[in-house]
């Protein structure tokens, strides 16, 4: 049996910008930077059940809902972690509702960060797997000013890193910079990310659909009749299975990992659906897509949509590639507008 190579995150990403000999490790720098504070996040979810930490704010963030104590957290140690090396010249979160500009004092960057500080947040309370989703572009705003609203409405193509971390039953690391997919275990006796999932690949197809079945009345016919014919067909001579986690991170790691499709539509009562296109439908695509899968809103390449606002919701369809285009066939053929 072949051994593991026993590789750290920090030497996956030194190594990495060796083989680009015309990198600035300005991106290994933010990389480094996102471990340590997913490392931070990962101590504090992990205390998220004892009693005298956990609790609602009592604000409501941008989209109307409770924000709990670890978004704010989390929100805030992402900032704190990243404002301060020079990398960025604007940032954005979903939990603020306009872009953050770097403290005055500090060094404009030629980068743009944009997260998700904790996605699934209404799992913390059942110790339920959450997540961080992020992502990274080069500003096209000119200047050596602050960055501006555009630097941050960029299509998700141009991204030039993108990852997730899941603090489920262990805590996982993934990246990509559009050339494969790395997956990163956290040791917590050790305090390191090791590479545990190398050169990760979707599967072409897979047994296991999710999505949340409770909004089935407002569906779209194709996507009624996608999910009927799954219910009456089998994979592989078994019964198609239904996972779902409601941490769209955590659903979608499970895909990457087993194959399937991830699915949160847009319906009659939320035409575009629910889940956001810069903090959470872009970088989960630009993930898919590197590791081989396919990501769409049922007619367009999410990562070709052009955002008109920073909190813009859009329909998506993501995981294995034949799963993709079989439920976007169905949407087709249904003539129904969806
Ligand atoms: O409860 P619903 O409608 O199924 O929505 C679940 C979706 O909402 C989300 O929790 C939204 O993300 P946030 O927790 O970051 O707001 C997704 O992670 C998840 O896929
Ligand atoms: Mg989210
Ligand atoms: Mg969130």
């Known amino acids: 049996m072949a051994t593991k190579r026993f590789m750290t995150l920090p030497r996956h990403i030194l190594e990495g910008e060796k083989a680009h000999p015309e990198a600035t490790g300005e991106l290994s720098s933010i990389l480094l930077q996102l471990g340590l504070a997913a490392k931070l996040i990962s101590l504090e979810v992990n205390k998220a059940g004892l009693a005298n930490i956990i609790g609602f704010t009592g604000q409501e963030n941008v989209h109307g809902e409770q924000v709990k104590k670890l978004d704010i957290f989390a929100h805030e140690m992402l900032i704190k972690a990243m404002d301060h090396g020079g990398h960025f010249c604007v940032m954005a979160s979903e939990e603020e509702e306009d872009i953050i500009h770097l403290p005055p004092n500090k060094k404009i960057g030629k980068y743009v960060l944009l997260f998700d500080p904790l996605d699934g947040s209404s799992n913390i309370d059942a110790n339920i797997s959450i997540g961080t989703i992020f992502s990274i572009y080069k500003r096209i705003s000119t200047g050596n000013g602050p960055g501006t609203l555009e630097d941050c409405l960029q299509p998700g193509y141009k991204q030039e890193v993108a990852g997730y971390i899941v603090y489920g039953s262990s805590t996982i690391f993934v990246y990509t910079t559009g050339h494969g997919v790395y997956g990163f275990t956290l040791d917590p006796a050790f305090g390191e990310f090791l590479l545990s999932h190398d050169n990760i690949k979707i599967p072409k197809n897979g047994r296991i659909y999710s999505l949340n079945e ?15 014919y799954l219910q009456s067909n089998y994979y ?27 699915i949160y539509p847009g319906d009659r009562r939320n035409p575009k659906g629910k889940l956001r296109l810069c903090y959470e439908c872009n970088p ?7 590791a081989g899968g396919r990501a769409t809103d049922g007619k367009q390449r999410i990562l070709e949509k052009k955002p008109e606002a920073l909190h813009e919701r859009t329909p998506i ?3 294995s590639e034949e799963d993709v285009l079989l439920v976007e066939k169905f949407l087709r ?6």
Do not use: C
């Open 236 to 262: 592989d001579g078994k019964p198609y299975q239904a996972r779902y986690v409601g941490s769209m991170v955590a659903d979608i790691h499970r895909t990457l990992l087993y194959g399937g499709i991830f």
């Open 317 to 319: 369809y993501i995981g």
């Open 214 to 228: 409770g909004n089935y009345f407002s569906w779209p016919k194709g996507l009624k009749d996608y999910i009927k």
């Open 284 to 290: 989960m695509a630009f993930i898919v897509e590197a």
């Open 333 to 338: 053929e249904s003539r129904e507008a969806y």
